[in-house]
């Protein structure tokens, strides 16, 4: 394996490399951490004593390069995603690529042809999918427990831009991440609608920037850092916010914010059927909220503790009730990269998915330039 980018998601991929063989024992491939890239000196220094990759480089050109390495983990700022995706997927190395895949739907359409072209895998970090009751939330769904599914809300509402001092990091420069809070967190929601609910067919839908100057930084930044630099513009959106009509006929609303004061990570969603409704919240990530069976009215949402035979749940945890973690669900994502390797199938979100995403928050934000109704139908 090799990582390109030693950041936050670049620490989680490692660490979910060391860990995934604990957990599940049975996977034909066995990950060896052989070259880590990233311009700053100290974190390769980091990853090479904290996770013992053999090798480390400045320059992602030379994790290519080695022959030793047969699969990567890109976990670089946005804008180097699609550049060092086709390469990746050229050298013929299997590819676990964190979102949005690229600044904009033609960058992940690109990554993703690179990929199928060249015969690899790809997996995207679509890491919400893999909570065990998000598992059980599409099974009831699939099953037919709460009827026909009329309408949900799906939220991404986090702080850590929230600070007015907050740094002035490659999050807010077009350039760098191309969107926002769209690329950022809607992504996740507009991936987990289409997951629960299939796809979705048409957005209308406003957003807005909140804070248009932030500090510059002295040197690279962490996601939560505050500065107190020069003031300069911050070129994408705080917010956004959008109706949805699914392919269904169901009906929906998806919210993603980084500048929501008291919400961290206030991730979920709430979706109503005919018969019966759901409910979950990311920071009680064991937990579904349920009511089945009909009854219409006066009904309550059960707390259902999820546990072994609810998505991959039996292999961190014995009994329901034990908390699991964020980190967890990125060992499940390695895990599904390294069987997608063996045999060819996917296992847990794909390129293609990443693909979906990326329209539809282009939609989302060719409706907020237009005032109408965008299709995604075509």
């Not at 919210?255 to 920071?283: C, K, M, P």
């Amino acid at each position: 394996m090799g990582v390109i980018g030693l950041g936050w998601m670049g620490r989680v991929h490692s660490q979910s490399y060391l860990r995934v063989g604990h957990h599940f024992p049975d996977l034909a491939l066995a990950p060896r951490l052989v070259t880590a890239a990233d311009p700053v000196a100290a974190l390769r220094e980091d990853a090479a004593r904290r996770y013992g990759f053999a090798r480390t480089t400045v320059d992602w050109a030379g994790v290519l390069a080695d022959a030793e390495v047969e699969a990567v983990s890109i976990t670089t700022p946005t804008d180097l995603h699609v550049e060092v995706g086709v390469a990746a997927a050229r050298a013929g190395k299997h590819i676990w690529i964190e979102k949005p895949v690229g600044r904009d739907a033609a960058e992940a359409a690109a990554v993703q042809s690179a990929a199928a072209e060249a015969g690899v895998r790809g997996t995207v970090g679509f890491n919400y999918r893999s909570a065990p009751a998000v598992a059980r939330a599409r099974e009831l769904i699939a099953a037919g427990h709460l009827g026909t599914v009329t309408h949900a809300r799906f939220r991404f509402l986090g702080d850590y831009a929230a600070h007015p001092m907050g740094a002035l990091s490659w999050r807010f420069v077009r350039a760098t991440s191309g969107s926002g809070v769209l690329g950022d967190l809607m992504s996740h929601a507009a991936d987990l609608a289409r997951h629960l609910l299939g796809p979705l067919d048409a957005v209308v839908a406003d957003q807005a920037t909140f804070i248009p100057e932030r500090p510059t930084p002295s040197g690279a930044t962490s996601h939560y850092a505050i500065a107190s630099g020069a003031l300069g513009p911050v070129e994408n959106e705080d917010w956004a916010a959008c109706l949805v009509r699914f392919a269904s006929g169901a009906r929906g609303s998806l919210e993603a914010s980084r500048v929501s004061v008291t919400d961290q990570n206030n991730y979920g969603f709430e979706i109503h059927g005919t018969e019966g409704a759901l409910a979950w919240d990311f920071r009680r990530m064991g937990e579904l909220r349920v009511s089945t069976g009909g009854g219409y009215q006066n009904l309550s949402l059960a707390a259902e503790h999820v546990g072994p035979g609810a998505g991959e749940f039996a292999a961190f945890q014995p009994g329901a009730g034990i908390a699991m973690s964020y980190d967890d669900l990125k060992v499940i994502e390695a895990a599904g990269f390294l069987r997608s390797i063996v045999d060819g199938a996917a296992h847990g979100p794909v390129l293609i998915d990443a693909v979906h995403a990326a329209r539809a928050t282009a939609a989302m934000a060719e409706s907020f330039r237009t005032g109408a109704w965008i299709s995604l139908s075509t």
